[in-house]
């Protein structure tokens, strides 16, 4: 797979090309804060996707979906129009119904964004779940990644 095909895992970690798009700055051109949660939820899509753990097939097998139930934000320096970015995205812990996730966006190799993401596994009725072996399995090529000793991870 390749980075415009939605990314790839290499050193247990996803890795995510982007470019940066009128869309996503402001007047002046620099990168608007939200803009970082977009581009962050995208690669989490897309780290998913090359786990064979598509968001639609979770949600219209077993009834489950991943939802943000926290995340810190550091904002270290700008991106702006036209910049080529890449989101790196690792495991940092698996717990019982959650996943602590570390994502830092690059320009380059300056690091611009850097972000502590817990995932929570629900239910349909919105409920936490518990981690099916399946899923925990799909996310061996993270194990041991640069972010397993990040927030405590394991």
């Not at 064979?52 to 904002?75: I, K, M, N, Q, W």
């Not at 919105?126 to 397993?148: D, H, K, T, Y």
């Amino acid at each position: 797979m390749t980075m415009a095909d939605g990314g790839v895992i290499a050193a247990g970690e996803h890795r995510l090309a982007l470019r940066v798009y009128y869309e996503d700055t402001d007047a002046v051109g620099v990168v608007y804060h939200a803009s970082y949660l977009r581009f962050a939820e995208r690669a989490r899509t897309e780290m998913m996707r090359c786990l064979g753990l598509e968001h639609s097939s979770l949600r219209a097998g077993p009834g489950l979906a991943f939802t943000v139930r926290r995340c810190v934000v550091d904002y270290l320096a700008p991106a702006r129009l036209d910049d080529h970015l890449e989101v790196r995205t690792g495991l940092a812990r698996i717990g019982g119904a959650s996943l602590d996730l570390e994502q830092r966006i690059f320009r380059d190799d300056r690091l611009l964004v850097r972000m502590e993401v817990r995932l929570a596994l629900i239910s349909s009725t919105l409920r936490a779940v518990r981690l099916p072996q399946a899923l925990i399995e799909a996310l061996a090529p993270l194990r041991n990644g640069p972010a397993s000793n990040f927030m405590g991870g394991s």
